[in-house]
């Protein structure tokens, strides 16, 4: 123990050792976390016979990509191209609409209509998708949208507004006041202070709300597969029980779906990551 380390306060040294402790900590997660990535990639490039009789672990003998030849043949394009629809049709409206009811309960102040629809959308955080999957399975029947794209479009749209208007107004609360009392003594109506101020400023959060978004809309499951029935209709989550027959599973070829199917989204985190993380915690230490 250095001279140094035995001048410094009891808190700190106490901090260093629990400092050590979470470092361990981390690197004992990231292994749990790396070994089902690994053992995915790996068991992908193996052939169907060699993962029942090999080590899942040890790398394959013979490698081969006939799993993503199996994958591309049996339809994953047209999966692909639907979970992009839907993904950028829930998206882009979500966060539009969410940025326009943000602005509006910023602005309003103390209106109490919009404390009220504030409130609203606060209480669509505590109502899971799986509390009301029925009455929307009902809706999308009766609005004859029942094996479309639309039909999981449409409530994704629904699901995505809380949480994005409760990240949007709290970026839009952080412009200085003085900048919008600046646009109204200019003449500037409230739709171009919201479009020509508010949204400049506030593209960070947008641009996280929306990655944020996109990762949920990409990888959801529950919508697809009770407001769908059709194989055309399909997204890749669902997709994957192509690969499930009557008596058996073909793991190397879900393997490669996977991969296929994570790839674009761990491409968009990477990307966006610093700017996903950074606004969503903007705005929630004051």
């Given amino acids: 123990m250095t001279a140094s380390t035995l001048e410094r306060p009891a808190p700190y040294r106490k901090l260093l050792h629990l400092n050590w402790i979470g470092g361990l900590a981390g690197w004992f997660w990231l292994f749990v976390v790396i070994v089902p990535i690994y053992w995915i990639a790996l068991t992908s490039i193996k052939t169907r016979s060699n993962y029942y009789t090999t080590n899942p672990l040890a790398p394959p003998d013979d490698i081969t990509f006939s799993n993503y030849q199996f994958v591309m043949d049996a339809g994953f394009p047209r999966y692909f191209t639907n979970t992009v629809i839907v993904t950028l049709g829930a998206v882009v409206p979500a966060v539009l609409i969410s940025f326009m009811a943000a602005f509006a309960i910023v602005r309003a102040g103390d209106g109490r209509f919009l404390r009220g629809v504030n409130l609203l959308f606060l209480a669509g955080l505590a109502v899971p998708l799986q509390a009301v999957i029925i009455p929307v399975y009902l809706i999308i029947i009766k609005l004859q949208l029942y094996d479309t794209l639309l039909a999981i479009i449409l409530p994704s749209v629904a699901f995505a507004i809380p949480l994005t ?45 929306g990655i944020y978004n996109a990762l949920t809309i990409w990888n959801g499951f529950l919508l697809p597969l009770v407001l769908t029935s059709e194989p055309d209709q399909r997204t890749l989550p669902l997709a994957l029980w192509s690969f499930q027959g009557q008596y058996g599973v073909n793991v190397p070829a879900v393997a490669a779906a996977v991969v296929l199917t994570t790839l674009p989204i761990l491409a968009l985190y990477a990307i966006g990551r610093r700017q996903l993380l950074s606004g969503l915690t903007a705005g929630f230490g004051r």
């Fill in 165 to 209: 208007v409760l990240i949007l107004v709290n970026f839009i609360r952080d412009v200085p006041k003085e900048l919008f009392e600046s646009m109204r003594l200019d003449g500037a109506s409230e739709w171009r202070t919201a479009w020509s101020l508010a949204f400049p400023l506030t593209r960070p959060a947008l641009v996280t709300v």
